[in-house]
Every structure is written in structure tokens, then in C-alpha cells.
């Protein structure tokens, strides 16, 4: 099956630094790729995604590049802030399968 | 609704017992999915739904696990003979596309944690 690994599991930052995030997949066919964010005890959410047929996306202060060459995508956060202290999920499809969900980072943005 | 809403929203439960997990999915919403988060991991695919239909069950750990929507609306997640391995959070998510979620995101539930004692 999809097999989506992230890293790092954990990350801290100082406040104002910029924070990546990395997640390979192993489908060739996926062509959805998003990222949610989890604060402590509430719900995933949508932050941004990208689609197979661009190579980068930005919102402001995230952005998300993809390099469907070598199956990797990449999560960028920059002039980060203590709010931006959660748990980050990347995912992307298989086949029929729903999102499958890679293991998450977990980033610490130190004030 | 404006949301997903899941009940109960905890859940302490005798090893051996049934439970009964609720999710409401935002009105309209075509699929619908179910995940289970154990601690410090990621979402695990367990069923998905495309109105009352269920596509894929194929994440579910065991017999033990059961999963209905019968009117396309309101989905139930039942676990019988509960054991200390199921406990977890368990995330419902709606999306209004009729797919896997391959070109769309879902929204998630807050989710129900699920204490097996």
C-alpha cells in the first residue's frame, strides 16, 4: 500500500526562523497532496494542498513544493511563531484508498 | 451543520464492553471516513462511505469493528468486546466530493478518545 514517511518527527525553531518539513510517498499516481495541522487535544486541520500539476503553492506565510520526480513534497514555514507550535500531518491518496497520513512532526516554536 | 460533530467526545470503557461511536458529518457532505489516532501517531484509515454505501472497510483491525451509515447522513462506529489495543482517538472526516479525497481535503470531527480499562 501507500506508504507516506515524514520527517523530522520533531523540530524546534526559534521564533522569526523558518521550519521545513519533508514527506516522501511511494504511489507514482498520487496527484493530492495536503498538509494538516493538530494543536494538542483538538482536530486536524487543513492548512494547505497541492495538486500534481503545479510544483509550488503558497499561503502567505506556508508554502508547500512538490518534486513528483522523487516522490517528495515539503512543507515551509517561515517567520515562524509560537502559535505555529503543533503537531504537522502530510497525507496523499493511493490508488482508491482514502488519504493515507504520515506520522507527523512535531514543532516547537521557541519564543 | 457547520461542522463535524462526533459524540461522545470521551469514552471510558470496561475491557469486554460495546461501545458506539457518533459522527454527524456536514449536511450534504457525500463521503465520509473514519480514522483512528493512537498517541503520538498519525490518522490510520479504518472505512469510508460515499452516502450510504460503504466502499472500503479494509482499515478495519478486526471483526470486532463495525461501521454503518444507513440514510447517507449519520454514521455509527460500533466496537464490540472492547480490548486495551482499541484504545485511541477516533477522527470521523466528511468530504462533499464523491471520492477518496484524491483532489480534496477532508474536514475533520474533534473526535472521540476511547479509554479501554
Known amino acids: 500500500g501507500e506508504n507516506v514517511e515524514q520527517h523530522p518527527s520533531t523540530l524546534s525553531v526559534q521564533e522569526g526562523d523558518s521550519a521545513v518539513i519533508k514527506c516522501t510517498y511511494s504511489?507514482?499516481?498520487?496527484?493530492?497532496f495536503p498538509w494538516y495541522k493538530q494543536e494538542l487535544g483538538k482536530r486536524p486541520q487543513l492548512i494547505i494542498d497541492?495538486?500534481?500539476?503545479?510544483g509550488e503553492k503558497k499561503d502567505q506565510r506556508i508554502a508547500v513544493t512538490l518534486n513528483k520526480t522523487a516522490k517528495h513534497f515539503s512543507l515551509h514555514i517561515t517567520e515562524t511563531q509560537p502559535e505555529d507550535s503543533a503537531v504537522y500531518f502530510c497525507?496523499?491518496?493511493?490508488?482508491?484508498?482514502?488519504?493515507?497520513f504520515g506520522k507527523g512532526t512535531r514543532l516547537s516554536v521557541i519564543a | 451543520g457547520a461542522g463535524v460533530s462526533q459524540s461522545p467526545r470521551y469514552k471510558v470503557a470496561k475491557r469486554g464492553q460495546d461501545v458506539a461511536l457518533r459522527c454527524d458529518p456536514i449536511?450534504?457532505?457525500?463521503?465520509l471516513f473514519w480514522y483512528q489516532q493512537a498517541l503520538g501517531q498519525g490518522p490510520e484509515f479504518l472505512t469510508y462511505?460515499?452516502?450510504?454505501?460503504?466502499?472500503?472497510k479494509s482499515g478495519l483491525p478486526s471483526d470486532r469493528f463495525f461501521a454503518e451509515r444507513p440514510e447517507g447522513s449519520v454514521s455509527t462506529l460500533k466496537i464490540q468486546r472492547t480490548q486495551q489495543e482499541d484504545s485511541a482517538v477516533y477522527l470521523c472526516?466528511?468530504?462533499?466530493?464523491?471520492?477518496?479525497?484524491?483532489?480534496?481535503?477532508?474536514?475533520f470531527g474533534s473526535g472521540t478518545r476511547l479509554t479501554v480499562v
Open positions: 472526516a466528511s468530504s462533499a466530493h464523491a471520492s477518496t479525497g484524491a483532489l480534496y481535503g477532508y474536514t
Open positions: 504511489d507514482s499516481a498520487s496527484n493530492y
Open positions: 497541492i495538486r500534481s500539476n503545479v
Open positions: 497525507a496523499a491518496p493511493w490508488g482508491n484508498t482514502p488519504l493515507v
Open positions: 449536511s450534504g457532505h457525500v463521503s
Open positions: 462511505f460515499q452516502n450510504e454505501a460503504q466502499l472500503d
